[in-house]
């Protein structure tokens, strides 16, 4: 931030006394070989800066992948667990059932010996 502010003061007669210093201490042969490197570091610096955010871009599309890899396994697992919970409900289902139709089944044959038994008990009298 203090840089900003630095660089909002400084005006045309500043830049121009910094030019002519940077003129006379390295000479007007060395100044377009200094531009170069100059312009070589820049170059590196973006270019180390871009492989940078590529590695981050991929390192959180990698986490991003992982993630939904972790959802879609949790997904999974519940589905594996509600299984047995639904046929323990099928086997509790069919025991019940057939729980009802052995005791119907019972009452029918307790009926007709209450009926024969009530028949024999009004032949008597």
Request: aromatic share 4%.
């Amino acid at each position: 931030m203090n840089q900003m502010l630095f660089i909002n003061n400084v005006g045309g007669g500043e830049i121009l006394l910094v030019l002519v210093f940077v003129l006379m201490f390295f000479g007007a042969k060395s100044i377009p070989g200094l531009a170069r490197t100059l312009g070589r570091g820049m170059r590196e610096i973006q270019h180390a800066s871009d492989e940078i955010k590529r590695e981050i871009r991929a390192t959180t599309d990698e986490m991003k992948s992982d993630f939904q890899l972790g959802n879609e396994v949790s997904k999974i697992v519940q589905d594996i667990e509600s299984q047995p919970r639904q046929l323990l409900d099928q086997i509790e289902d069919t025991v019940a059932y057939t729980k009802r139709d052995i005791e119907a089944s019972v009452e029918k044959l307790d009926q007709p010996a209450d009926n024969s038994k009530s028949e024999n008990t009004e032949s008597k009298a």
